[in-house]
Each structure stands twice: as structure tokens, then as C-alpha cells.
């Protein structure tokens, strides 16, 4: 399985498809692994890239919190081993975090990026910017003091995430493994505290990536994730681009969610 060293550690990656290059920067616990229904509806038009983030699955890294531009600079390291052309990313919830200071740090690297609910209460004025921040603070403080499936309940709240009732038949099983516990843990004690620090690019309204803020169609709007997805279509003058599915529509409704995504990706290489 390929990996490549980065500062500190190592990442783990895969590549799935045939065509121009897409990298998907998922969320939560989520690994090289885990978007792979989303990628089986892509792979016939997209070479697409996945990864490991830095403290989950193979990637080796110390056990500490990184920062979201250091997560950024993870991917510019994966994306300049893999090529010198710009690929389009797909990044989801924390992904698009990433896919935001990536697209101000090394937009050469960029040819679009598609930044669904970015969790970054940077983008939202105050005082909803402290609000939001001291619910993420508040779910760590529950997940130390208690124990992961009391602190995934406050997740799902704050994140607005929507039981999957209607989701696509024939989904792969992803069981609460240790591995993903693990994953949860480190999810929660450190990239929550990247986020509540994360003071976002310096200019985000400067970036030369065109952007395409996203949502999910059953996100509820008062959700600071989905403020976030506002409030970049705000700031960039595009409109919002609505996915099937919540905030985690790409893992619920991977069909539908690719045949979105084909479209807004248009004829960009």
C-alpha cells in the first residue's frame, strides 16, 4: 500500500480510477477506505486520491493535536509527490477546512474545490464564531469525561447530521471497529481543538481557486456547519451548491452524490 513521508510521520494513500486526478479530503474518522462507495461511482471518469489523515489508520504521526493548515500541508505534500498539474477536491466537513487553506497556502495545486459544511466557525461573525467554537469545546470536555457514543450523540447534534432512513440500499458496512474508536478519539481530543484554534487563511475572500461552497439538502440551517456553507457562498459570490443527503451525503447517498458532483465538476480537469 503506498505511503509518503511527510514532517513527522507518514501518510497513507490510495488511487482508484482512470482520468484526470480527484482528491476527496474526508472527515470525523473517516480513512483512505471510507468514501469507498462514493469513489466506486467515480472511478470510470476520475483517478481519485484518498488518504488517511494525519493520527488515523496507517498514517503514522505522534499522538497531538495538528493544526488544520498543517493537515493542509499534509495534502500539498501527497498532491506534489503525485503530480504537477492542479486536481479538483472534494472536501467534506473538516476536508474542506483543509481545502480552504490549501487553496490559500498552494493554489497552483487547485483547479477547483468543492468545500462541503467546512467546519470553520473563522468564517462566521460574532458572536456566533465564540458560540460555535464553545460547542465544540464542550464536546470534547463530554468525551473525556464520559465515553465516545454519549460524546457522538452531541456530534450529530451540533453537526446537524440526519439519520440515514432514506439512505441508498446496498451501502458497505463500515462497524464501530477499535480502529474507528480510535480514529474517534483522536477526531475529537485533537482536530476539535485544530478547529476552535483555526484562525482561517489570511485572506479567504483573495483566493485565486474558484471554490464552490456545498450542503447537504437535509442539513438543517441552523447548524453552524451549514452557516459556514452560507457564509463562504457569502463571501466568494457563488451560489450554493445543494448535494443530496446531510452533511454526510456523500457517505449515505454515494449514487446520487456522484452524479451531483459530475455536475458541478463540469468540464474542470
Not at 500500500?1 to 482512470?18: A, F, N, Q, V, W
Not at 477526531?187 to 485565486?208: E, K, L, M, S, T
Request: proline share 9%; net charge negative; hydrophobic share 40%.
Amino acid at each position: 500500500m503506498p505511503t509518503l513521508t511527510i514532517p513527522g510521520g507518514s501518510l497513507h494513500y490510495e488511487l482508484r480510477g482512470t482520468g484526470p486526478l480527484l482528491l476527496i479530503s474526508q472527515s470525523g474518522e473517516g480513512d483512505a477506505g471510507r468514501t469507498a462507495d462514493l469513489v466506486g461511482h467515480l472511478a470510470e471518469s476520475r483517478t481519485v486520491i484518498t488518504y488517511d489523515r494525519r493520527g488515523l489508520g496507517r498514517s503514522t504521526v505522534p499522538d497531538a493535536t495538528v493544526s488544520v493548515r498543517e493537515h493542509a500541508g499534509d495534502v500539498h505534500h501527497l498532491l506534489a509527490h503525485l503530480t504537477d498539474e492542479p486536481v479538483v477536491m472534494l472536501g467534506q466537513s473538516l476536508g474542506a477546512s483543509i481545502g480552504l487553506h490549501l487553496a490559500a497556502d498552494h493554489p497552483e495545486q487547485l483547479s477547483l474545490l468543492i468545500a462541503h459544511e467546512p467546519v470553520s466557525p473563522w468564517l462566521l461573525p460574532e458572536p456566533d464564531r465564540a458560540r460555535h467554537r464553545a460547542e465544540l469545546a464542550a464536546i470534547r470536555d463530554l468525551y473525556l469525561a464520559t465515553d465516545l457514543p454519549t460524546a457522538l450523540k452531541e456530534v450529530t447534534r451540533v453537526l446537524g447530521i440526519t439519520p440515514g432512513g432514506d439512505a441508498e440500499p446496498g451501502l458497505t458496512a463500515f462497524p464501530m471497529t477499535a480502529e474507528r474508536e480510535a480514529g474517534f478519539g483522536f477526531f475529537i481530543r485533537h482536530d476539535f481543538q485544530a478547529v476552535i484554534d483555526d484562525p482561517g487563511p489570511d485572506d479567504p475572500a483573495a483566493c485565486r481557486v474558484p471554490v464552490v461552497p456545498a450542503a447537504g439538502e437535509r442539513t438543517p440551517a441552523a447548524v453552524f456547519d451549514r452557516q459556514c456553507a452560507d457564509r463562504l457562498a457569502a463571501l466568494t459570490g457563488v451560489p450554493l451548491a445543494v448535494f443530496p443527503g446531510g452533511h454526510n451525503g456523500n457517505l449515505s447517498h454515494p449514487r446520487a452524490y456522484a452524479a451531483r458532483l459530475r455536475e458541478v465538476i463540469g468540464s474542470t480537469p
